[in-house]
C-alpha cells in the first residue's frame, strides 16, 4: 500500500512540476511581451492612438519604426522604455543624417529658407540645441512638430543682443528669418513701394513695423514649480541649460515665458503705434489720435500715411520721445529734400494757430449766443493742436483742414455779427 501512495505522489509531482514549467513559461512569455513587444507602434498605438507625425516619421504607424528606435535606443535589453531621446539615433544614416540635414534646406512657414546646420554646427554663446529643442511637441500637436514659440525665445528673448550669428548678426535681425517684401502699397494716391524701403541704409525694418513681438521670455521662478518641488536659490542660465536642455529633453517654452511674434490686429487691420516697451501709450494719447486723424471736430477722420505704414514713433525721434526732431531724419525715408517741405508745413501751421487764437478772442468778446457750438469746436481743435506739439508734422493734412474748417466757420460768424 505504502508503493501506490509512492506512486500517486510521484505523479502527482511530474504534474505539478509540468504545470509549474508551463507556468513559468507563461510568465517569462507574458514579461518578455510586456517590456519587448510594448516598444513596437502597434502596442503603443492601443493606446497613444492620437500620436500623428508632420516628418518623415509618418510610417511609424505602419510598423516600419518601432517607437524604442527613438525613445531610448540604448535600451535593447529587457529594460523600460525612457522618454528621453537621443541625438544620435535621430541622425542616423537610418534616419536624418547630419549631412544631408546641412545640404538640404527646408521652408518653415513663410520665412526664407532654414537649414539645419545653422542650429547644429554653430549657435551662439554657451547654448547648445538638441534635436527636442525645436522639436518639442509641446503645444501637444503633431509629434516632433517644430513650434514657432520655440523659435520666438531664443530670438527674441531679451538676450539677443548678446547672441550673434557667424557673421555677427543679432539673431533677431529681421532678414535672418523674412525674405525681401515684392509688395506695393497704394496710401493716398501714391505707390509705396517695399523693396525701395528695405534697400535704404537709414530706414531699419524696426521705424515701421513694431510691436510684433508681444512678451520677454523671461525665466520666472514660478515656473520652476511645475516640475519640481523645491529650487535652488541661485543659477545661472548656462548651468540651467545644461541640465535641462543637455541632460534631459525640457522644451524651452516650459521654463521661459511665452513670447509671440505677430502684429497685433483688430477687425483684421494692423493697429499703429501701439506702445513698445520703452515708453506708456497714455503719456502720448494726443500724439496718437493725431496720428491716426481722429480726436478733432468737424472734420471726418483722416489717418496720416504714416499711421497707415505703422510707423514707429523712435523712426523721427531717434532719441527721447516728445524731443525735437532733426530736420533731416525726414530724408531717411522720404526723398531729399523734404525736410524743408515738412519745416516749410510747420510754419505754416504756426501762423494759422495764431490766427485761430486771434479769432477766439474777438469771438469770445462778442455777445454771440447763436455761435457757442462754433467756439467750442474752434477751442477744442486748437488746444488739441498745441497739445500734440508737432505743428503738424504728425498728421499735416489732418491738422490743416482741422485749422481751415475752425477758422472758416469763425469768419462766417464774426462777419454776421457785424
Known sequence: ?????????????????????????????????????????????KCHSDVTFNNKCYNVLSGNIACIDCHAPENRSMKVMAVELADERCTSELCHPLQKLSETATRFKKTRDFRHATHTKYFPGNLTLRCVSCHSHGNGG??????????????????????LTREKQ???????????????IQIYGNTFNHIAYEERKNVGCSDCHFAVVQGNGAVVRKNCYVCHQTIQEKYTAPDMHD???????T?????HNAVTHTAIKKNGVVLSNIPNRTFDLSLYKTQWMVMAGTGGAGIADEPD?????TLNCSACHKDVLLSKVAPGVCNNCHDSGFD?????????????MRLLKLLLKRAKKLPLPDA?????????????????????????????DLLEYSITKLNQVLQEST
Open 1 to 45: 500500500m505504502f508503493e501506490e501512495v509512492k506512486k500517486l505522489n510521484k505523479k502527482h509531482v511530474v504534474r505539478l512540476a509540468i504545470s509549474a514549467l508551463i507556468a513559468i513559461v507563461i510568465a517569462v512569455a507574458a514579461l518578455f511581451f510586456t517590456v519587448t513587444k510594448v516598444k513596437y507602434t502597434q502596442y503603443c498605438g
Open 340 to 352: 524743408k517741405i515738412v519745416s516749410e508745413q510747420i510754419s505754416f501751421v504756426s501762423k494759422r
Open 170 to 184: 543679432p539673431i533677431s535681425e529681421c532678414t535672418l528669418c523674412h525674405a525681401p517684401v515684392e509688395k506695393t
Open 142 to 163: 503633431k509629434h516632433f512638430e517644430t513650434e514657432a514659440d520655440t523659435c520666438n525665445v531664443c530670438h527674441f528673448t531679451g538676450m539677443q543682443q548678446a547672441l
Open 305 to 309: 500715411p504714416m499711421f497707415i505704414a
Open 251 to 255: 522644451s524651452c517654452v516650459a521654463c
Open 372 to 400: 457757442g457750438h462754433v467756439i467750442t469746436e474752434a477751442e477744442s481743435n486748437y488746444y488739441f493742436i498745441k497739445e500734440d506739439g508737432s505743428n503738424g508734422a504728425h498728421n499735416i493734412k489732418y491738422v490743416k
Open 243 to 249: 541640465i535641462h536642455i543637455m541632460n534631459h529633453k
